[in-house]
């Protein structure tokens, strides 16, 4: 019996890349899975691929979308994976739009489903996972605009958003967790390793290979797994080719 058996899952972001292997995962573990995400065309692609597979093809950052999505499936689990491109400009040369792409996606998504999770609409035990970044810890390159701002304050919702749960008696959990790598082979990924090298002056291929203790898609999703487990103190977590820990 997998460790999710008999329990609902949602996905928010979950057509591609890192939120798509979390569905599968969650899928092997036994669970009732719902993939949200705002295309269409991948969701349906997802559909005929992910057997039992449910699918809402929904704007995270919409305000109505935790109804939408809570109408859809209740879950036991939530991992909010939506998020945006980064910029890839210099500072200079970012616009104000450009620059907070992260926050009016990443952020937004999450604080409207952390909101939405403390105001009753999932129940006690309760799980939410932010998928967040390494960026919060290092910053990012300069031409990433707010990026490393939006995914440092997923952490920091995931604090606040525990810190309520604990004081009103909820029983639910709120979590952040941070690939600590760049991944290739995922949409994000690959703009963002195209982007960086760029910038550096140097090949992708250089690029990675200056990389080391790189996480993938299935290790984050695996993390997400384990989180689920619900066992682990703290709400903040690295995910790296070494294996998940608790943020220091």
């Avoid at 707010?146 to 440092?152: E, H, I, L, N, P």
Wanted: proline content about 4%; charged content about 15%; aromatic content about 6%.
């Amino acid at each position: 019996m997998g460790s999710l058996q008999g329990q609902n899952v949602v996905v928010v972001g979950g057509s591609r890349g890192v939120g798509r292997s979390i569905v599968e995962a969650a899928l092997r573990e036994g669970a009732t899975v719902l993939a949200a995400a705002r295309g269409a065309a991948a969701l349906k692609e997802l559909s005929w691929e992910a057997s039992g597979v449910r699918t809402l093809a929904v704007d995270a950052k919409q305000e109505a979308a935790p109804d939408t999505v809570f109408a859809a499936l209740e879950p036991d689990v939530l991992v909010i994976c939506a998020g945006a491109f980064a910029p890839s400009a210099p500072l200079q040369d970012q616009s104000w739009d450009q620059f907070s792409a992260n926050w009016e996606m990443d952020v937004k998504a999450s604080f409207l489903f952390c909101q939405a999770a403390l105001r009753g609409r999932m129940k006690s035990g309760g799980r939410v996972v932010l998928i967040s970044s390494g960026a919060a810890f290092s910053g990012g390159p300069p031409n990433s605009g707010g990026y490393s701002g939006a995914k440092r304050m997923q952490m920091v919702l995931a604090a606040h958003g525990q810190k309520e749960a604990h004081r009103l008696g909820l029983g639910l959990r709120f979590m952040a967790l941070a690939p600590m790598r760049i991944m290739a082979g995922t949409g994000v990924g690959q703009r963002g390793i195209e982007g960086v090298s760029t910038y550096l002056g140097i090949s992708p291929a250089d690029f990675l290979a200056s990389m080391t203790d790189m996480q993938t898609p299935a290790d984050v999703a695996n993390a997400v797994v384990a989180l689920a487990g619900g066992k682990l103190q703290g709400t903040a977590f690295t995910v790296s080719g070494s294996g998940l820990a608790a943020a220091a």
